[in-house]
């Protein structure tokens, strides 16, 4: 079972109870093995600490790194705080619309979301996605 996180990038630290909350669910309740996350704003680096702290409990959980480029374009290792990363594409996909399609890849690849969403922008738009795609979201 797999889990994506999508959020606002100006997400404040006051949403790190609801995402420990959220993601000590997906583990216990819901299976959770792996959770993939990006690296482009607060949300997402809340949401890998979120991940890395409940790691500690349950170290089965893996933590991937979502890559929007190919890795032949923009070469990017994970820090070690990452199990590993993922290029959801078998060839390079344009740089103007890579992370949109790299979030669309990752929505159609997991069960579950966990999203902060507050207004519009493109959170919103892929947490409309993933709600056609009718992935399991839990909003905090």
Same mark, same amino acid.
């Given at each position: 079972m797999r889990c994506f996180f999508i959020g606002h990038g100006d997400a404040p630290e006051t949403v790190v109870p609801r995402l420990l909350q959220a993601v000590e669910t997906h583990i216990v309740t819901y299976g959770v093995q792996e959770f %993939?996350?990006?690296? &482009?704003?607060?949300f997402d680096r809340?949401? !890998?600490?979120?991940? #890395? $702290?409940?790691?500690?409990q349950h170290p089965q959980v893996r933590l991937t790194l979502l890559l929007p480029y190919h890795p032949t374009v923009r070469p990017e290792e994970p820090s070690a705080?990452? /199990?590993?990363?993922?290029?959801?594409? /078998?060839?390079?996909?344009?740089?103007?619309? !890579? %992370? %949109?399609? !790299?979030? $669309?890849? !990752? *929505?159609?690849s997991c069960e579950?979301? *966990?999203? &902060?969403? #507050?207004?519009t922008?493109?959170?919103?738009?892929?947490? /409309?996605?993933?709600?056609? #795609? $009718? %992935? $399991?979201?839990?909003? *905090?």
């Open positions: %993939v996350v990006g690296h &482009y704003g607060n809340l949401a !890998a600490q979120a991940v #890395r $702290q409940l790691k500690k705080e990452f /199990d590993g990363s993922w290029y959801p594409f /078998d060839t390079a996909v344009p740089p103007r619309v !890579a %992370v %949109v399609k !790299a979030n $669309q890849k !990752a *929505i159609d579950f979301l *966990i999203a &902060y969403v #507050r207004h922008g493109n959170a919103r738009g892929f947490l /409309d996605y993933a709600c056609k #795609r $009718q %992935v $399991q979201v839990w909003q *905090i």
